[in-house]
T-cell receptor
Framework: DVKVTQSSRYLVKRTGEKVFLECVQDMDHENMFWYRQDPGLGLRLIYFSYDVKMKEKGDIPEGYSVSREKKERFSLILESASTNQTSMYLC??????????????FGPGTRLTVT | QQPVQSPQAVILREGEDAVINCSSSKALYSVHWYRQKHGEAPVFLMI?????EQKGHDKISASFNEKKQQSSLYLTASQLSYSGTYFC?????????FGTGTRLTVIP
C-alpha cells in the first residue's frame, strides 16, 4: 500500500514564524502535491512537483514556497506565517508516467493554527 | 477552473440512492472522484477517462459526459459507510482541480 506521511497532525505557530510542513511518500511516485482544505472551498492546490528540484505553482501559491531535494520528500514552507494561513494542509503523491493524471494518494493532513 | 458540485449536502436513509453532479466550464480529459470520511484523508474512488473508459469502485458508479463537461456519481442502496464528503477532480491540461465537495450523510 502507498503510504504518505506528514510530519505533524496538529501544529500551532505564531504570526511571523517560519513554518515547515514535511511530507514523505514511500512508493517512488514522481508527482507530489500540497493542498489546503478550508470549509466550503474544497481542496485548493498550492504547489506541485513533477520531479526532484522541480516545482510548479498551483492556484494559491502566494505566501508559500516548496522544496523537493529528494524524490520521496516534499516540503511546504510558510516564510512568515499569517492568521489567514490557518487551515488543514494535505500532501498527496501520484505516478507521473504517461502524460496522464493518475490517482492521488493523500496523507492524513496537518491542521495548522496561526495565532 | 474549479468545478462546481451539486448538491452541497444530502442526507439519506440506508438503502436510498443518491446522485452527485460535477460540472466544469473547461474541456475535460478525465474526471476523478474521491471520498473523505470525517477526520481522514481523501481516498480515491474512480477515474473516468475521455472516450468512456471507467476505472475504480465496484459498488459506486459514475458517468462522464464529455460534450457537456459534466460527471455524475451514482450511489445506489446506500450504506452507513458511504457517509463522507465526495470531491470530484477535473483534469485540465495535466492538472487536477477539485470541487468544493458534497457532504453525504447516511442515517439508519
Amino acid at each position: 500500500d502507498v503510504k504518505v506521511t506528514q510530519s505533524s497532525r496538529y501544529l500551532v505557530k505564531r504570526t511571523g514564524e517560519k513554518v515547515f510542513l514535511e511530507c514523505v511518500q514511500d512508493m517512488d511516485h514522481e508527482n507530489m502535491f500540497w493542498y489546503r482544505q478550508d470549509p466550503g472551498l474544497g481542496l485548493r492546490l498550492i504547489y506541485f512537483s513533477y520531479d526532484v528540484k522541480m516545482k510548479e505553482k498551483g492556484d494559491i501559491p502566494e505566501g508559500y514556497s516548496v522544496s523537493r531535494e529528494k524524490k520521496e520528500r516534499f516540503s511546504l514552507i510558510l516564510e512568515s506565517a499569517s492568521t489567514n494561513q490557518t487551515s488543514m494542509y494535505l500532501c498527496a503523491s501520484s505516478l507521473g508516467a504517461g502524460g496522464q493524471v493518475h490517482e492521488q494518494y493523500f496523507g492524513p493532513g496537518t491542521r495548522l493554527t496561526v495565532t | 477552473q474549479q468545478p462546481v458540485q451539486s448538491p452541497q449536502a444530502v442526507i439519506l436513509r440506508e438503502g436510498e440512492d443518491a446522485v452527485i453532479n460535477c460540472s466544469s466550464s473547461k474541456a475535460l480529459y478525465s474526471v476523478h472522484w474521491y471520498r473523505q470520511k470525517h477526520g481522514e484523508a481523501p481516498v480515491f474512488l474512480m477515474i473516468l477517462l475521455k472516450g468512456g473508459e471507467q476505472k475504480g469502485h465496484d459498488k459506486i458508479s459514475a458517468s462522464f459526459n464529455e460534450k457537456k463537461q459534466q460527471s455524475s456519481l451514482y450511489l445506489t442502496a446506500s450504506q452507513l459507510s458511504y457517509s463522507g464528503t465526495y470531491f470530484c477532480g477535473t483534469e485540465i491540461l495535466n492538472n487536477l482541480f477539485f470541487g468544493t465537495g458534497t457532504r453525504l450523510t447516511v442515517i439508519p
